[in-house]
């Protein structure tokens, strides 16, 4: 598992090269953000089931069918996997946020995942909506506790949904 520094660190090791210019200016900015980072985390954990009970309430709200018979979603044990999947998601975001690096999310969350998807037939779409709803939440909480700038919020969603979209094409 790796977090932006030890990543960084790789980096230059493959090389043989002592960290430059553009090295120190990716770990002042990764340190600057460092409060935030635990900020945001800390109010992901607080409202972990909030967020995951928004955040389904309008993927449902939006994709109706899912909760049909038909739906991937239908029956309360599919309704409940797919709730516990968000979580998972959003837990394993908050690592990521701190961590500073995406890489956490493909050794523990991505890995065979479209695979199971595709075999249980989940749908990818709302997935990624589920995902990206969530992303919105959080940034709306961090907003609200007055964090400036949240632009570091997007990283670890945008990298789920995007590997978990681009991969079912
Ligand atoms: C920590 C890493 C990790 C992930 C990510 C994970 C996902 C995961 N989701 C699953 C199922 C599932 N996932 C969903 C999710 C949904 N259905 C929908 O319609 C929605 C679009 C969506 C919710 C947003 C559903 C409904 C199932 C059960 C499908 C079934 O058994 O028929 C399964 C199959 C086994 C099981 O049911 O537990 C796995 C492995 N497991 C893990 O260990």
Do not use: W
């Not at 945001?40 to 018979?69: C, D, H, Q, S, Y």
């Not at 997935?127 to 609200?144: L, P, R």
């Amino acid at each position: 598992m790796k977090d932006a520094v030890t990543s960084l660190i790789r980096n230059y090791d493959v090389s043989g090269r002592y960290f430059d210019r553009a090295a120190m200016d990716a770990l002042q900015s990764y340190f600057k953000s460092g409060n935030d980072r635990i900020a945001v985390a800390t109010m992901v954990t607080g409202n972990a089931a909030a967020i995951v009970k928004t955040a389904g309430a309008t993927l449902f709200e939006t994709v109706p069918e899912l909760l049909r018979p038909g739906g991937n979603a239908y029956t309360t044990r599919r309704y409940s996997a797919c709730l516990r999947d968000m979580d998972y998601y959003l837990r394993y975001a908050s690592y990521a946020l701190v961590a500073g690096d995406t890489n956490v999310l493909d050794e523990r969350v991505l890995q065979g995942l479209r695979e199971t998807y595709n075999s249980l037939g989940v749908p990818i779409g709302p997935t990624v909506m589920g995902i990206q709803i969530m992303k919105d939440v959080v940034k709306a909480i961090a907003m609200e506790a007055g964090i400036a700038d949240v632009g570091f919020i997007d990283a670890p969603f945008d990298h789920l949904a995007r590997d978990l979209g681009e991969k079912n094409l």
